[in-house]
């Protein structure tokens, strides 16, 4: 079956600029999370949904970064007034539920100039 | 808190040695569940492995295999007769169980198999 799909690709913009990245879950799976990965790091967990809901906000790394999930299914990362400091790819998984294994979508290259 | 440290940044061995990536992490919680990722250069993660925290057997799969040790808090990963395929950056991961899932990931070690 179709496995995570994540848009865009890649992503330009200027600073200041606010930019949506999307999700695609595999079919059926309740847990979808938003990691981000810097050059050459690890990943940095940012958000956990289970269904529509995410009970714990405390990782995104600022109050310009926002997400949410609509129909236990697609979720969209927002990030508002984009900083140079925001360039990463940014993850998607989704799991059939919490504490299973994730399957990961390819990513989303965002670089802010 | 949880924390995952994957002390070996990078490691070079030479194609069919063996090899064993270290994991050691930290958590309060009593039931959690780890895993293994490998990332090769084509960028995407791939799930290698789960085990819970009750499940202390150790595990393998073809040239894989784990070894969890609770007394030891570690859950590494050993690769029998390398090969260049096997190259990629693999990470260890922490994931808490109940309702406020966060998952934590090693900064993850880069295996590189030299033909």
């Known amino acids: 079956g179709a496995g995570v799909s994540q848009s865009p690709s890649n992503k330009v913009t200027e600073k200041g600029k606010d930019v949506e990245l999307r999700c695609d879950p595999i079919?059926?799976?309740?847990?979808l999370y938003w990691y981000r990965q810097s050059l050459g790091q690890g990943l940095e967990f940012l958000i956990y949904?289970?269904?529509?809901?995410?009970?714990?906000k405390s990782g995104l790394p600022s109050d310009r970064f926002s997400a949410e999930r609509t129909g236990g299914s697609v979720s969209t990362l927002t990030i508002q007034r984009t900083q140079q400091e925001d360039s990463a790819v940014y993850l998607c998984?989704?799991?059939?539920?919490?504490?299973?294994?994730?399957?990961f979508g390819p990513g989303t290259r965002l670089t802010v100039t | 808190a949880q924390k995952v440290t994957q002390a070996q940044t990078e490691i070079s061995v030479v194609e069919k040695e063996d090899v064993t990536l270290d994991c050691v992490y930290e958590?309060?919680?009593?039931?959690?569940?780890l895993f293994w990722y490998k990332q090769p250069p084509s960028g995407e993660l791939v799930f290698l492995i789960r085990?819970?925290?009750?499940?202390?057997q150790n595990e393998i799969s073809g040239r894989y295999s784990w070894n969890f040790q609770k007394s030891t808090s570690s859950f590494n990963f050993t690769i029998t007769a390398s090969q260049v395929v096997d190259s990629a950056v693999y990470f260890c991961?922490?994931?808490?169980?109940?309702?406020?899932?966060?998952?934590?990931f090693g900064t993850g070690t880069k295996l590189q198999v030299i033909p």
């Open positions: 998984a989704s799991s059939l539920d919490g504490g299973h294994e994730q399957y």
């Open positions: 079919s059926g799976h309740t847990a």
């Open positions: 949904f289970q269904g529509n809901s995410a009970p714990d």
């Open positions: 958590t309060r919680d009593t039931t959690y569940y």
């Open positions: 085990r819970n925290s009750f499940d202390e």
């Open positions: 991961a922490l994931n808490n169980s109940g309702g406020y899932q966060k998952v934590t």
